[in-house]
């Protein structure tokens, strides 16, 4: 949101968006896993009677502090560095108004989602509003081959050197995608969530079975993980371009023979489906809590032989496991 002053906009829009005295004013309001407190300032601006600022990250909380000061309302804001526990015992967060910035700015999959519903279930008065209304959980297929072939280029074997630091990791966080690197032809809704009344187990997905066609123009690497949260305002070019913004599960598959990268032995080798040839996948996703408050991703993915195949080009059978540690 710090770059992307558009959605700021759509955001306040979306404040009012039931109409007169559906807004902040007068009202307290809790920006859980704040990050930059955009969206915090903006609700003081807006008349807010006080907004909370939660966050497990101190340098967030810095950068939300100078910029509370920045913009004048410092003494309206109080940055708390917590979970969503925070305040839970004694309500000191009951809020009327919740929402995510870091959900909101983002749209991915991540454990903000499920942390808003747990702030909401602790913290929000009986009537409160919650900001997206509702979030869509969305799969797509990622095209990245031609930055899979650059990273897996031979190198030269210089005294056994390791290359593996230089691969890229399994999982990127808040990528933004363009479309040409989408290799699905249409996106797989893998769940739907009513944000005032789901619960954190009901933002897990469990082995939830999806089907994506692929381009034939295309070759599918990896899966991207986003979130559509409409704010119920027309989309712009900016909000648009953020729905694009993923977490990126990038797939490894067998290394062709003789194939690999020279000189080292840790760089696993990337899948690689071209869509042409292959041109439907199917599987089934799961998330889970992990330890410190991450989200552990199994997928199980079949890939058919497509219908001009060879008897040698059998189906692919994968199964992979991903970590979304908590400050992705």
């Known amino acids: 949101l710090v770059v992307d002053p558009a959605l700021a906009e759509a955001f306040a829009r979306a404040l009012e968006a039931d109409g007169p005295g559906a807004g902040v004013e007068r009202r307290i309001v809790l920006n859980a896993v704040c990050g930059a407190g955009v969206l915090s300032c903006l609700c003081s601006r807006l008349g807010a009677a006080r907004v909370f600022s939660l966050d497990t990250s101190g340098a967030a909380l810095t950068l939300a502090s100078e910029l509370a000061a920045a913009n004048g309302v410092a ?3 109080a940055l708390l560095r917590g979970d969503a526990s925070a305040g839970a015992a004694n309500g000191a967060l009951a809020c009327d108004v919740l ?3 870091r959900l909101v700015g983002d749209l991915r999959y991540s454990p903000a989602l499920l942390n808003l519903l747990t702030v909401r279930r602790l913290h929000l008065k009986p009537g409160g509003r919650v900001l997206p209304p509702s979030a869509a ?3 797509e297929a990622g095209d990245f081959a031609a930055e899979q072939e650059r990273l897996h280029r031979p190198r030269p074997a210089l005294a056994g050197l390791d290359w593996g630091a230089l691969a890229r990791p399994s999982v990127e966080a808040a990528v933004e995608v363009p479309q040409e690197h989408i290799a699905s032809s249409a996106p797989y809704t893998v769940l739907t969530l009513d944000l005032a009344t789901a619960t954190p187990q009901e933002a897990l997905l469990s082995r939830v079975p999806f089907r994506l066609a692929l381009r034939p123009d295309r070759c599918m690497t990896s899966l991207l993980l986003r979130v559509e949260a409409p704010l119920g305002v027309p989309a712009t070019d900016s909000t648009t371009a953020s729905a694009r913004r993923c977490t990126v ?4 598959g067998a290394s062709p023979a003789g194939g690999g990268v020279t000189g080292s032995s840790s760089v696993p080798w ?4 071209p869509g042409a040839e292959r041109p439907l996948v199917e599987g089934h996703i799961s998330t ?3 330890a410190g408050g991450s989200i552990r991703v199994t997928v199980e993915l079949s890939v058919p032989a497509g219908p001009g195949g060879s008897p040698a080009d059998g189906p692919l059978q994968i199964c992979a496991e991903f970590l979304l540690p908590a400050e992705l």
């Open 288 to 290: 889970s809590w992990a």
């Open 270 to 273: 990337p899948l690689l489906v």
């Open 249 to 252: 599960l990038h797939l490894s």
């Open 75 to 77: 003494e309206e804001l």
């Open 137 to 139: 959980v969305v799969l």
């Open 99 to 101: 929402f995510s910035e």
